[in-house]
Each structure stands twice: as C-alpha cells, then as structure tokens.
C-alpha cells in the first residue's frame, strides 16, 4: 500500500521556473503539467494502475476510489497518494497527501492547505532568492574547488607515474644487485672454507703446544713435592715422611691418617723419586698441597681459564651472527609487520624509507684459545674473510632496502586515490577538528583518532578500510575500521562523509551510535565540475 | 536504565568519563568484572528466606488458629459498618475487627491491634471515597456466627466464625471467599525491646514480669515446639523467647543492617478463592498471566525495587507492587485487594481436593465433585489487615468494583496514545532535528520525542546541558509547530551539589529524607552522590509540583512532558538498590512502612505540577517506572529495563495483561528491548505487537545501536512504518477504549476470557490478547513464523482485519503470518471506529473523517462505541465531547450520542463504512436530520465486504444507514 513519494532533492544543479514564465493552468488540484493530460475533464477517469474507471466528479470529491490514490491528488484522501505543488518562482514539489489541508505549510505556495488559503503566506520568491544565492555560493565554491583539485590531479597522476618508473627503476636495480649478492655470497663461501681451515688448524697446534706445557709442570710438581716431602733429603720417601702431609689421608673420615693408609699410597716402605714419579704422583696430585707458601701467579691460574672458555662461546655467538644475518633480517621484518603500518613514524626506516641495520659484530685481528695470536698465513686468510662477508652484506643491506623502497611505492600505487589520483594530496597529512571537550584527528589512509583537549592519550577511532560510498560514487565516504574497543561494545569505527570544499577540512564530529563516529570532510578533491549551462537563467 | 549493584554503579560513572585518561585503566578493570555479568544477579536481592518476616509468617502453620472473636462483642458502628473483638488466646493480645459493606457488591475487612503501644502504618492517599451499603448482622449463637446482609446486592452475604475466627463469603449461597478457613492469620503484635539478659542467666529463661505474658511466652513456646515436632530437621533455637526471635529486631542482608526500632510487625493472612483454580494480577512480575502455585518454591514478592536486566519466568519483585487478586471461574470473577505499602509476599496454593474450604464450611454441602480452591496467603512486613472483596460477578464489574475504590485511569492526552521515540540519548538539539526529520522524510507518524537523562546538566533534573541543548524552548517550539510533543526525564534522586538550585531549596526547607541520626540520608544515583525528596509530606509534593510551571523549570514549555523513572527508589549503594528500610520519615514512620508508595507519590506530585501549568485544563502525562495501586489516576508506566530477546517480547503481553487487570490502563514494554540489540526481524515482530500494546515506546540502552526505524533495510523499514500507521488508524478506536477505561476502568488490553468468561481454554491463555470487546491479536514472537495458530472464541466468528477472511468460531485456525503481518481479528459482532488518513502526528488528524468496520455477526448484528473529544483538554469534564453508540441490526446501522447532553463541535465526518459478512445490497440509504438519500457502494462477492461510500455526515450527529 505504501508508495515512495518522490521528493525533489537538493542538488547542485537545480532547476528554478523562472516567475515570469509560469502561466497559470486549469488542472485538477495537485496535478503536475506532465500528468494534466491524465485528467480530462470531458472524459471517465481511469485509475493511473487501471484497476478502476470512475466517473470524472469523483476526481478530487475527497474520497479515495482509486487503490493507488491517483484520483485524489489535490486531497488527503488517499493514503498513499501524492500532491505536487507549482511552487512557481522556486522549485515543484510532490508532498504525501496526508499533508495536505493539515494545518501545516509544506509546499512554499501555500496550495497544500488551500482549505483555509490564509493560513499559508508564500514564500517561494524568497526561497528563490536564498536559493540563487546559496546556489551561486556553491557554485563559485565548486568551480575554485574544482580548479584545485584539477592541480591536485595533476599532482597526483605525476606522483603515481613517478612511484611506477620509481619501481621499475628499482626493479632493474634490484636484479642487479641480485646477481652482485649472489657473487659476493659464492666468494664469502669460498674464502670461509680456507679461513675455517686455517682457524683449525692454529687451534690444533696450540692445544698441542698446551697440553705438553701441562705435562712438563706436572712433572716439576711431582719433584718439587719429592723433594719437599723427603724431609731428610735421603732421595728417598718413607711412611713418616708422608704422614707429615695429613691432607693426603685417603680416608678423611676418622681424622687419622695411619702408617697402613700412608703405605697404601707409597706400596712399599719407601720410594725413590724414579718410583715416585711413576707409581705414587699421579695418584696424590690432586691431593697435595704444598707446605711453602706458594707464588701469587700460580694461584690465579684456574680463574683465568674460565675466562678463556668464556669468551669462546661469545665468540661462537658472534660467528653465527655472521653466518645466518639473512633470518635475522626476516624476524624484523615481520615484527614489523605486525607492530605497525608502512608509515608509522616510529618504525626503524627513517623519512626516506631507508633500512638501518642492526650493528654487526666483525672478525677483526682474533686470537686464539690461547691466546697465541694467529700465525700471519691464518690472519690473512681471517682479514679476507672479513671483507667477503663485510662486502656481502653490504649487498644485502643494499637489497633489502631496495625491496623495501618497491614494497612501499606498491602499496602506495594500490591505495585508491579516486578516479584522477586528487585524493593524492591527502596522504600523509592530518587534519585536526576540536571540539568542547575534544581533540579529532583524520589522517586519510591511515586513521581516524580521538584524544582529550586538555592532554591525554589517543583513542584509535579507526584505521583505514576502504572507500565505502554508494555504488554510484563509492568516493563520497570513507571508512576507517577496528578502532579501540568499546566497552561491551563493538570496535569503534569511523565514516567520513566528504564533500566538496575550497580547502582540506574536517567539518565536523559526530557520534550517532556508540563508537561508530561520523566525520564530515572538506576537500576540493571532492568538487565536480560546474556545468556553465546549470547556472540560473535568472541572475536576479 | 539499570543498575546492579556496587560494581556496575562504578562502571557506569567511569564509562561516562570513558575519554578520561585517569580512568581508563580503572574501567578496563571493572568492565572484566562486568562482561562476567549477564542476567540479573540474583544474590543482590531477596529470598523468602532471607526475609525474617517471610520465614516467621510462612513457618507459622498451626492446627488451629489461635484468634477468636464472640458474639457478645458484635457492636453495630453505623448501618454499614459493624466490630468484633477477636482475642489471639495464644497471648491474650486483643484485636479489632471491622466490617464494611460498600457499595457495588464489596465488602472491606478490617483488622488491627485494640490498643497497639505505637499506632501501626495505615496506607492513605489509596482509597476513594465510595459509597457505603446497608448490612445487618444476624447473630446465631447455636454455632457461634454471625450472618451479614447486605442491604443492595441480597445475593451476598458474610459469615463470620466465631472460634476460631474465620470469615466467608457467599454469592447466591455459594462460597466465594473463605477467610483464615487455613488458619494463617497472624499479627505480631508491636512489642517492647526485650532488655538484654546478662550472659550468665541466658541458661535460665528469665521471670516474666506478669502472667499475662507468660502465658503468651507459654503459647509461643508450645507454638515453637509443634513446630520443631513438624519439622525436626529446624535447628534447635537457643533463644525461646517469643519477643527475641531471629531477625525481629536486627537483620543483615548482604553488608546492609537494617536496625528494627520497632521489632516485629508483620502480618499474614490466608484468603482463599473458592471454587474458583484461576487467580490472576499481583504485577509485577515477568511470568505467566495465570497465577501459578507456589508450593516447595518462592512466593511472589511485592516490593518495588530496581532489578538489572531482569530474567524471565520470575515471581521475584519487579519496578511496581499492586496487591490485587483477580479470581475468575467460567460462572464468576471477584477481585481481593489486600491493602499494605509495605514488603509484601504472597504464596498461592491451588488444591482441588474438597478437604479445603468446603470440607469445613457450616451447613454447605459441596456435593460428590471436588471443586477447585485457591488459597492464598498473603505476608505483609507491617500494617494492619484491611481487605476489600469484591464480588464481580463479571469481569468488568470487578474492573469497575476495583477503579471505583482505587480510582479509574486517567484520560490520557490523545498524542500519548500513539507512538513514542525514545533512546538513551538523543544527544543533542541537532539530533532531535535529524531524527524529527527523518520521520517526515520517510512518512512514520510519531507524536513524542523523549529525552533521557543525559539532556540534563550532570543529572540535575529540570536543568538542561547548555552545550547540546541551548535553546530547548525553540526546540520544543519547533517540534509542537507541527503538533509533536517532547519528554524529558525527571528523577527523585537529587544530585548532591549547594549549587543546584533543586537541592539547595529542598535542602533549606529539610525537605530530604533523614538518618537515624538526623543527617540527610545520602545514597548513589545517577548524579552520584543524592538527596531523596521526602514524598510522604504534603509539602515536599506541593513543592516539587511547583517546580513544573515554565517560569521555573527553565527552558520548558507547555508542550513538555514528564517521565518519573528512579522510583522505587532506586538506590545503587543501598539493600537491594533501594533505601534502607530503617530510615525515618517526616511524618515518623521507617521507610519499610511507606516503600511502595514512594514512586507513586512521586508520578502523583508530577501531575500535579503539570496541571498547575496550565491551571488545570490541558491533561497531564507522566511515565512512572514504579508504580502502586492507583497509578492509574495518574499516568502511565511501562515495564522498564527489559531485553531485546523474543522472550521478552513474549513476555510483554502477559506481564502487560497483569497490570491491566490491576486497574493501569495505560501501560507498555520498550519496543525493541531495552538492552542489547534487536536483529531487524526481531524489531519489526515487537512494533507489530506493540502496536496492539496500550502505551507504544521505542526505548533503547546507550550501549545499542541507533534504532531509528529508517536505519534498516527498506523492507523492515516499510514494515515498522505499516505497524505504526496501522496504530494511527486505529486511534479512535483506542481513544475510545481509554475513556471507557476511565469512566469504568476496564482496561483496553485484555485477556481473552475477560470477553469469554465462560470459556474456559481461555483461562491460561496470554500469548494473544483483546483490544477491547473487538479485536484478538496475537503478536509472533518467535523468529521466522510464518503461520500462526490461533484460538478463536466465541461464536460470532472473526474476520482478518488486514484480508477480510472470515474464521467460524470457537476454533483454532492457522493465519498466514509473513514478515509483515501479525494475526489481528476483528470479532463478528462488533464495531471499530478507524481513520485511515494517517499524517505526521495525531494532532494533525483531529477533525479528519471516520472509517467505520462493521463486522457482522451470524446473527446480523454489531455493537461499537465511538468517542471523540479535543484531545489534550479537561473539556470533556465539562460535556465537551461526543460518545456515539453504535448498532447494527435488522440490516440498519445507527449511530446515536450515549449522553445527548454532551456535545463537542468537529468537523469530522463519516468517510466511509466497510460491512463484513454481509450480503450484496440492492441500495443503501441514509437518514439525517429527517433527510434520506441514497449512497453508492461497491461490493465484494469473494469477501463479503461492503464498502459504502461517502456518507458524509458529520460524526457527532445522530444518523442512520440502511441496506436494502
């Protein structure tokens, strides 16, 4: 039953009739021009949907006949019926029927209540006028906007044909330094395989070297202790000489360290120092502690050892930095990825995009578990080393930044910015709206943001989603999507309504829901071209 | 609007200053806590047995009642008005009971102590004047009764028992109504606090100090013990004395000690319902129509308390408390009404056995069939008993019996009877130009625009948020150009703050409810910290009426109306959200003793502030929240804090058709659900059924999405719009039914056996209803319900107001009901006024022509009433107005004034009348003023509908319309 009622709506080329043009014709009430002819006086009428034909006094009687309501258009009768008003001097109008004769004045002639025609003064020609002059306000506004936008387009188109040869440029380069990595990393391969060789093979001697340096101290311990023991300097070690060392007590646990324990160690009732070194130092010599106060240097000895050990393994560590700098190179990435988007001001790429990497540790002049510094043949083959593996990462280095600069100007070039690249000028800017208790921020293709007047932290009220108008101009919203979450609420989200303006402005704030805010945008960007033949025929 | 208690009090605060950094962190935390929460909590109020009084009362089951009156007592006040003494020989405590005949069949019990040490709380402001009726009382000492006769209704009598007492109560010699015949009446008489005993001595019961009491501390001992015989498993109580029971002088519930200065006062009451298995109304609670029994479970509870997202299927206590009982039989419907203000729970106990009430009774003999009882037994925490019974016999004599004693509904202004647009908030003047907008944009009439609580400056009501709402006076201005009307918000609570002047004079004048101590009692509401208006003085009501006119309440204007909301009251830090029960009054008396009727002497010094803004003549409206006996006479209410789920708009009718039996003609459910959010076939389900509901709101939780009809696709958008327009069209209709609610109190939305009383498959039936005499509606609320099936009563068939199908009845017939429709039948038999040019407000449509349905009977006959009045006047007081009776009979529809006296002058005119079940007509004449002349119709064969066209009369003159 319910129609829809064509509501003449407010655009920018509307439509004035002209007062002096307007001639007055005989037609049923609430009947437009086109439809007259619909309404013959001389004849039946027939309901616009043919379901019925009645006698033509029924037309406007104030009794609805017709389903459609087409036979009383000039009365409320029919409830889903339709009556235009003239509206001469300004704009014709189709209001519901249930709006005429109901003591309001809808239609600016006043035909809408012709019950009582006094009720309604008209005021077309005024709306007339403001009309014109909002009409050409817009008008001046539209064509200024639409010159801007035209150098915003060309800018734009510039800027986008710029990041397309950008990339192809990079493109090739990156092929390039491509084939250079891969040589680099093959002659890096190479001269590793010899420095390894080399490194092993200084290792090896010096732990030679060491271990017959440990065996000869033994021995001068073994005889230094003889000599200390044999108290009577007989060359000859007995059971009571022994028993003066009680640490050597093979059974602590009764205190006494007795002659059948002390001839257990020697096997016999006394040993020369030939027999002694054989037979009875290797069992004691962890055991023995000296009588005479030792020197300092010997002390310290066990402590520095550790410290060796110590820095082998970082230097273990360090190696496998140097081997394996491409994963580490790929976590970062991905953090990245998920921390931030492209043009976070805070990421490790700095203005120009370009990718700082991490301080690597190099292989300078080394030296070895000993501490032997390395024999010359060794240290070339390091130094070589070390600039194969400084000079291959620098051809990574140079490469990732390169991919980098082709991932951004990729991800630029498939933001959609309109249909002649005007809306270009938008990135990387932000517009700031404040309002009595707040500060709103629109940072197109980015995001949409809330934060106190008076200092506080800033709520996301979204990030950019998509172009979200209608069908027929998908440009004239934006959405901004999974801002911060509300509380028992959805994800806040934000639409921005743009429209035509001299200058990049964000108008207004709104929030008709909680948590989906409503912006309205400014932006030449935005304006169409005036058509020259939409301008009022009357200038007043 | 909600509250749960502590937790959800902060998280509302916080969630209002959300944007502020200090609070952030804070509200993430007591939102966990809140995202655990999702129905009401149940532990934040009551049970029975967390009431000491309820457990007193309900444990109290002796053998044999211990009150008893004599004959010899029997004295003779007035013609109308008789008293006895009754003794409770367990204490010798002495009582005085108080006969009333009044008239229209009902009779007033009366019983309170004979010399009470302190008076006990008696509810005023509740009862009408009414008429009394001759009774004599015929004594008979060879059984011990007396036998009362009324003098106007011979057919009923009442008999009174002497030992033990009981009363009954007869209708043609049957018994209706049968008294302590369960032996549960129980008054604990007002004592003094027993002195603590030394510690060494508790041993020992101490001495009484005269025999009178120990013979009462005997009885109660004996009391004790059968008790503890009956029910061994009861923890053996060390303390025996009757005057020091648990919980009489001190009880705790949750962190809340509620000091009893005056100790036990409480009162029980066994009433029973004879012969009858059907008892319904004590509202308010989210449950079936049909009273169920409450053996083995909770009683139902009246006392008005502000519950979070309230569940389903509940006796616990709601918003509002109305201690009427309807009992209806296929033969008879009487109505009790037990007269208390204060906590109140009622046990029902359905029995079919013939032990009951009829096993006992003198001299009646009920024959071999067991006959249905249901007994009742009622728990009041003070008061005197005072019982009005009335004796039907038919559904609207009880209405009538009821709103004679309590007052009829008010005449509602003709816009509060449309549709209103409500939300929590529209934000701003902008937004309620949008939304006003947008109505007229997409042709949905709307009559008021509500603003909710944030319109106010920091919740000081009657001020305005100057940023959002700086000239409210033009808003107000711009909406009534067009004959639209706004709402705001008022709340009892009032912000703390020397600044506002609301509180500042209330403050000057002591006008705030007071501690123990004096000091003004401070609770937690909206504002935060609040002052609560003493309502219970006459002077605090005239005062707070006076703040209405709109040299006061600034920025308001005779086309803004008000909502009470709040008033139970609500108090978030308080026992169970409300205020503690010890807290002392002006006039003397705890708040225990007055609870229930706070929110009502709120709604009541509302509308009295509204009357005196325009000196009495334009009608008042005001929604209460809370709501009491005898809200009818001042507004409306609606069922609060509801949830967008299909059991809650199930549950809107039987819980709407409970309050319309309790006499609140006016009353309705948030369209859509008050929380969460309404899928859009949901939503369009509710308006359909809200559109047949008397008070028809959208309402909606800030947290929801915007609800704005045209938010939604155009095919539920179309479909809300036809069910609004749909009420537009029906308007006379309504109207009509709303002044017959007021003159008679017959509520306009009604059970189905309130029309077919002696059908008894009706008796349970609550998920379809009347509107008025004419129309059955029965709403879908379960999703994707394609075809509905119905009971159709009675035996003058049904015809489909939106098909013209005819359905022969009784029968239960399956209707087509896609999307958008609902299955609304117009009875055989009856007549419905409509307008069919629905425009932007009601206003608008005030002198627009009248459509008349007439939807004949198998017999050939139809009966309607149309009233027309001003709409927004007491004019009709003043025979301002047209009541039109309609009739259709011997092929002849006449239309003649109720009353010739009255007359109110209208250009409305007869458009047209549509006949249903009739045959093709030859020719059709109308006869005005002594004229006749012929009028054109069409007919339709398939239907049987006669549409005649144009009759043209003007409604208010008395006309008829052949068929020939």
């Known amino acids: 039953m319910i129609c829809k009622y064509l509501f003449l709506t407010f655009i920018l080329h509307i439509d004035l009739y002209d007062a002096s043009q307007m001639v007055q014709v005989d037609r049923p009430r609430g009947v ?28 406007n009687d104030d009794y609805c006949d017709c389903n459609d309501g087409s036979d009383e258009p000039g009365t409320s009768a029919c409830p889903n019926g339709s009556f235009h008003c003239t509206n001469a001097g300004y704009r014709p109008q189709n209001i519901p029927s249930s709006r005429v004769n109901d003591g309001i004045c809808d239609c600016c002639d006043g035909t809408d209540e012709w019950k009582t025609p006094t009720a309604c003064a008209n005021t077309c020609m005024e709306l007339r006028r403001a009309a014109l002059e909002e009409n050409k306000k817009k008008m001046e506004e539209s064509s200024k906007g639409f010159a801007l936008r035209q150098e915003y387009a060309k800018t734009g188109q510039a800027k986008k044909l710029e990041r397309q040869e950008k990339v192809k440029e990079l493109q090739q380069e990156l092929a390039q330094i491509q084939l250079l990595e891969d040589t680099l990393k093959t002659e890096k391969e190479a001269i590793e395989i010899q420095e390894t060789a080399a490194i092993d093979e200084h290792k090896r001697i010096a732990e030679e070297k060491q271990q017959k340096i440990a065996h000869e101290e033994n021995l001068r311990k073994g005889a230094e202790a003889f000599s200390e023991m044999d108290v009577d300097k007989d060359g000859s070690l007995t059971i009571p000489e022994l028993l003066s060392h009680p640490e050597l007590d093979p059974d602590t646990s009764d205190g006494i360290f007795t002659e059948e324990e002390a001839l257990t160690i020697l096997q016999a009732g006394s040993v020369d120092m030939a027999v002694f070194m054989d037979t009875v130092w290797g069992a004691i010599n962890e055991t023995f502690r000296t009588n005479i106060p030792p020197p300092m240097e010997e002390q310290e000895a066990p402590a520095e050892d550790q410290i060796q050990d110590g820095s082998e393994q970082e230097r273990e560590a360090d190696r496998e930095l140097l081997e394996e700098p491409e994963e580490e190179d790929q976590d970062q990435d991905e953090e990245d990825e998920d921390s931030d988007e492209e043009y976070d001001d805070e990421h490790e790429y700095d203005e120009d995009g370009e990718y700082h990497e991490p301080p690597v540790l190099r292989k300078e002049t080394d030296t070895s578990n000993s501490g032997e510094p390395y024999d010359e043949i060794t240290q070339n083959l390091v130094n070589q080393a070390n600039e194969a593996r400084s000079k291959f990462q620098e051809a990574q280095t140079k490469k990732k930044n390169l991919e980098n600069e082709v ?19 938008l990135q990387f800017q932000c517009f700031e709206l404040l309002t009595m208790e707040y500060k709103y921020k629109l940072c197109p293709y980015d995001k949409a943001t809330q ?81 020259p033949n939409a301008l009022p025929r009357d200038e007043l | 609007m909600f509250v749960l208690d502590y937790f959800p009090t902060m998280s509302i605060y916080i969630k209002q200053s959300k944007r502020c950094l200090g609070f952030q962190l804070l509200a993430i935390v007591f939102l966990m806590i809140m995202d655990e929460t999702e129905a009401v909590d149940a532990g934040n109020f009551k049970r029975c047995d967390q009431s000491a009084f309820c457990q007193r009362q309900r444990n109290f089951k002796p053998e044999i009642s211990p009150y008893v009156t004599n004959i010899d007592s029997l004295r003779k006040i007035d013609n109308s008005h008789f008293a006895l003494d009754i003794t409770n020989t367990q204490n010798n405590k002495a009582f005085v009971l108080d006969l009333f005949a009044l008239e229209d069949s009902t009779l007033r019990l009366k019983i309170n102590e004979a010399q009470p040490i302190a008076e006990r709380y008696e509810v005023p402001n509740t009862i009408e004047d009414v008429k009394a009726q001759n009774m004599i009382a015929v004594p008979n000492l060879k059984n011990g009764s007396i036998v009362f006769h009324l003098g106007d209704n011979t057919n009923i009598q009442a008999v009174i028992s002497c030992s033990p007492f009981r009363l009954d109560i007869y209708d043609e010699k049957e018994p209706v109504f049968s008294v302590n015949s369960r032996n549960l009446m129980h008054i604990e008489h007002l004592r003094q606090k027993p002195v603590p005993k030394p510690h060494e001595e508790k041993t020992k019961p101490e001495e009484p100090e005269n025999p009178d009491e120990e013979q009462a501390e005997q009885g109660e001992n004996e009391e004790e013990d059968k008790q503890e015989e009956q029910e061994p498993q009861e923890e053996e109580k060390e303390e025996s004395d009757p005057d020091d029971q648990p919980g009489m002088w001190e009880e705790t519930f949750k962190t809340h000690t509620d000091s009893k200065p005056r100790g036990p006062e409480s009162i029980g009451l066994d009433t029973s319902f004879v012969n009858f298995a059907h008892v319904y109304g004590i509202p308010e609670h989210a449950d079936k129509m049909a009273l169920k029994s409450t053996v083995g479970s909770e009683p139902y509870r009246l006392y008005n308390l502000d519950v979070f997202e309230y569940e389903l299927d509940s006796r616990a206590a709601l918003y509002g408390s109305i201690p009427f009982m309807i009992g209806h039989n296929s033969k008879r419907t009487v109505g009790l009404l037990w007269l208390n203000a204060a906590e109140t729970w009622v046990d029902v106990d359905s029995t079919e056995d013939n032990k009951g009430v009829l096993g006992t009774l003198f001299g009646y003999f009920a024959g071999e069939e067991a006959v249905p009882e249901v007994n009742v037994h009622w728990m009041s925490e003070s008061g005197v008993i005072d019982v009005y019974f009335m004796l039907g016999r038919n559904p609207a004599d009880v209405m009538r019996q009821y709103t004679k004693l309590t007052g009829t509904p008010y005449m509602p202004p003709m816009w509060a009877t449309t549709y209103h647009q409500s939300r929590w908030n529209y934000k701003d003047e902008q937004d309620v130009k949008t939304v006003d907008a947008g109505f007229d944009e997409h042709d949905i009439p709307y009559d008021c625009l509500w603003l909710d609580i944030e319109h106010t400056d920091g919740k000081r009501y ?64 909206w504002p935060g910290d609040s002052a609560y208006l003493d309502l219970t003085l006459p002077e605090v009501r005239d005062w707070w009426a006076s703040q209405f006119v709109p040299e006061v309440y600034k920025g308001s204007t005779l086309n803004l109306f008000t909502w009470n909301d709040m008033n139970e009251p609500s108090v978030f830090n308080g026992p169970e959200i409300t205020m503690h029960k010890d807290i002392i009054h002006g006039a003397g008396w705890e708040h225990r003793h007055v609870h229930n009727l706070y929110g009502i002497l709120l709604q009541m010094s509302t509308v009295k502030g509204q009357l005196a803004r325009s000196q009495g003549n334009e009608r008042p409206f005001v929604l209460s929240r809370a709501f009491y006996i005898g809200t009818q006479k001042y507004g409306a209410i609606w069922t609060g804090d509801n949830t967008a789920e299909w059991g809650h708009l199930a549950a809107s009718v039987p819980m709407l058709l409970s309050i319309g039996l309790c006499g609140i003609a006016h009353s309705g459910a948030d369209v859509g659900g008050f ?112 075809v509905t099936s119905v009971y159709l009563p009675g035996a003058t068939g049904w015809f489909d107001v939106k098909t013209y199908q005819y359905y022969p009845s009784p029968n239960t017939v399956s209707i087509s009901t896609p999307l958008d429709k609902i299955a609304v039948l117009q009875r055989g038999g009856t007549i419905v006024p409509r307008k069919m040019r629905v425009r932007r407000c009601s206003a608008l449509m005030t002198h627009d022509p009248y459509t008349l349905f007439v939807a004949v009977s198998p017999q050939g006959t139809a009966v309607g009433q149309l009233y027309m009045d001003d709409g927004h006047t007491f004019g009709f007081q003043n025979l301002k107005y047209n009541y039109k009776n309609l009739l259709f009979q011997n092929n002849v529809l006449i239309s003649k004034s109720a009353n010739p006296d009255a007359s109110w002058d209208s250009d409305a005119w007869l458009e047209r009348v549509v006949f249903m079940g009739v045959s093709r007509p030859t020719k059709i004449e109308m006869t005005v003023d002594g004229q006749v002349h012929p009028l054109e119709f069409s007919y339709e064969s398939t239907t049987r509908v006669l549409t005649v066209r144009k009759p043209g009369v003007k409604m208010q003159k008395d006309w008829s319309i052949a068929i020939q």
């Open chain 1, 32 to 59: 437009s021009l086109t439809k007259k002819v619909l309404y013959d006086p001389a004849k039946e009428f027939t309901c616009f949907d043919g379901s019925q034909t009645i006698q033509f006094q029924f037309v």
């Open chain 2, 462 to 525: 009657f001020t305005w948020d100057t940023l959002k709402f700086p000239d409210p006076v033009q808003m107000q201005n711009a909406l009534a150009a067009k004959g639209r009307k706004m709402v705001t918000i008022i709340d009892p609570h009032i912000k703390v703050d020397t600044n506002y002047h609301i509180y500042r004079e209330a403050q000057n004048k002591g006008y705030f409810i007071k501690n123990k101590d004096g000091s003004e009692f401070k609770g937690w509401c």
């Open chain 1, 407 to 425: 991932e951004s100007l990729n991800k630029a070039l498939e933001l959609d910015f309109g249909p002649d690249e005007g809306y270009q000028a």
């Open chain 1, 451 to 531: 934060s106190p007047k008076n200092g506080g932290s800033e709520t996301v009220l979204g990030r950019w989603g998509s172009w979200s108008g209608p069908p027929e101009n998908i440009y004239a919203k934006m959405m901004y999507e999974n801002g911060i979450t509300c509380w028992n609420g959805p994800a806040r989200s934000t639409e921005v309504v743009i429209r035509c303006g001299m200058e990049h402005k964000l108008l207004s704030v709104d929030e008709p829901s909680r948590c989906a805010y409503k912006y309205e945008f400014a932006t030449p960007c935005a304006c169409t071209q005036v058509d």
């Open chain 2, 675 to 786: 929380f969460k959010n309404p899928d859009p076939e949901m939503l369009s389900r509710w308006y359909q059924a809200a559109a047949y509901q008397p008070f028809f709101r959208a309402h909606a939780h800030i947290d929801t999405s915007r609800r704005e009809p045209w938010l939604y696709d155009d095919k539920y958008r179309d479909i809300i719009r036809a069910a609004i327009r749909e009420r537009y069209e029906l308007l006379p209709y309504w109207y009509t039914l709303f002044f017959q609610a007021h003159k008679s109190g017959e509520p306009p939305m009604r059970p189905l056996w309130y029309e077919f009383p002696a059908d008894v498959s009706t008796f349970d039936k609550d998920d379809s209803h009347m509107v008025g005499t004419a129309l059955l509606v029965q709403p879908v609320s379960k999703p994707n319900t394609q």
